[in-house]
Every structure is written in C-alpha cells, then in structure tokens.
C-alpha cells in the first residue's frame, strides 16, 4: 500500500498549462503501476492517463490524447501529469491512483489520493 498526495492545481486560462504532482510514500513505489483521473461536478469519474511500473510505457485517454503526459520519477516517488492546451472541460479534481504490479490497461486502482482541483474558466 501507497499513500498519494496530489499537488499542482490551480486556476489556469484556457490555453494554458499545469503540471500535477503525485508525492508517494512507501519503498514500493518502482512497482506500482500509475494512474490519473478526474471528475468534474455531476460527473462521474474518468481515467485521464496511466503510467507502467516498468519502463515508460503509457495509455491516455482520447479525450487528452496530444495534450498531456504522464511521467515519473521513481527515485522521487513521484508521477507527474502534464497538461497542455488546457480547455474548460478540463476543469475537475484530479486524483492519482496506484496498483502493485498492474498492466497499464488496469482499470481498478487500490490506492487514491484526495485529489487536487484544476479550473479552467470559460
């Protein structure tokens, strides 16, 4: 088990950029299998990126697909989401997930962190 920390929202305009942050703790980390999400209000919540345990393969979803980037940094304990071209429907908490040892199709997580909000004004 991980504890997530997601950091790095904030108020953006359309257009613009954020690079999230997810601070992991534990010894484990280099095993985990990554992911992003998001839910917007009244929405429910939806994968936005994945990340690998092992070596830098990704998944993304379509609807972010050339505007974003999912990396990390295993000597920090650290997955980064990059967000480029930011648009309102991006606006949502964003949270990082993690999984010891999944495929990056996984599509269950155990361990989440409490999500960070990301707003981009129409």
């Known amino acids: 088990q991980v504890q997530l920390a997601e950091s790095g929202g904030g108020l953006v305009q359309a257009g613009g950029s954020l690079r999230l942050s997810c601070a992991a703790s534990?010894?484990?980390?280099?095993?985990?299998?990554m992911g992003w999400f998001r839910q917007a209000p009244g929405k429910e919540r939806e994968f936005v990126a994945a990340?690998?345990?092992?070596?830098?393969?990704?998944r993304y979803a379509d609807s972010v697909k050339g505007r974003c980037t999912v990396s990390r940094d295993n000597a920090k304990n650290t997955v980064y989401l990059q967000l480029n071209s930011l648009k309102p429907e991006d606006t949502a908490v964003y949270y990082c997930?993690?999984?010891?040892?999944?495929?990056?199709?996984?599509?269950?997580?155990?361990?989440w962190g409490q999500g960070t909000q990301v707003t981009v004004p129409s």
């Open positions: 990340i690998y345990w092992s070596g830098g393969i990704t």
């Open positions: 997930a993690g999984k010891v040892l999944a495929a990056v199709t996984t599509t269950t997580y155990d361990d």
């Open positions: 534990g010894r484990n980390f280099p095993a985990y299998t």
